[in-house]
C-alpha cells in the first residue's frame, strides 16, 4: 500500500471512529442507522468496507466479514484491519459510556499507527528526493 494513501486512510478512520462516538453519544441510534447516517457524508466514499455494511441480524459478523473483504483487496493493511476488527467485535455491547470508552480506545490506537505511517511517508520521501537528485547529477555528468 502506498504511503501517502496509507496516511490518507488512516486520517479517514480516525475521523470515521470520531464520527461513530460522536453518533452513539447524541443520536442514540442503531449501529446500522449509524452506518446509513455515515455513508452519505462525501469524505468517507473511499472506504470501501463501509458500504458492504448491510442491515443484518449480527452486525459484529457483518462488520468482520466487510473488514476482511477490505484486507483480501488490498484497500487495508492486515495490522490496520486488526484494529477494525477489535473495535466492530465489541460495538454496541455495552452501555453508552462502555462504547464511548471502546471508541476512544481504538481513536487513539489508530492515531498511533498513524503517526508511525507519517514517520514512515517522511522518511521514505526525503529519501526519494535525495535519490533523485543523485540520479540527476550522475546523468547530467554522463552528458558533460
Known amino acids: 500500500m502506498a504511503l501517502v494513501r496509507r496516511v490518507r486512510l488512516l486520517e479517514t478512520l480516525v475521523c470515521l471512529l470520531e464520527d461513530i462516538k460522536t453518533q452513539i453519544r447524541f443520536k442514540n441510534a442503531g449501529l446500522f442507522e449509524i452506518i446509513e447516517t455515515l455513508k452519505q457524508y462525501g469524505c468517507y466514499q473511499h472506504i470501501k468496507f463501509l458500504f458492504g455494511l448491510e442491515h443484518s441480524v449480527d452486525f459484529q459478523k457483518t462488520w468482520a466479514q ?58 521514505h520521501s526525503k529519501l526519494y528526493i535525495s535519490l533523485g537528485l543523485l540520479v540527476g547529477l550522475g546523468a547530467g555528468l554522463l552528458l558533460i
Do not use: M, T, W
Open 66 to 123: 466487510c473488514v476482511e473483504r477490505s484486507i483480501q483487496n488490498g484497500e487495508i493493511g492486515k495490522e490496520d484491519g486488526e484494529i477494525l476488527y477489535s473495535f466492530g467485535s465489541q460495538l454496541g455491547q455495552s452501555d453508552v459510556a462502555g462504547q464511548l470508552a471502546h471508541c476512544d480506545i481504538h481513536i487513539e490506537l489508530l492515531k498511533k499507527r498513524l503517526g508511525d505511517a507519517k514517520a514512515k511517508k517522511d522518511s
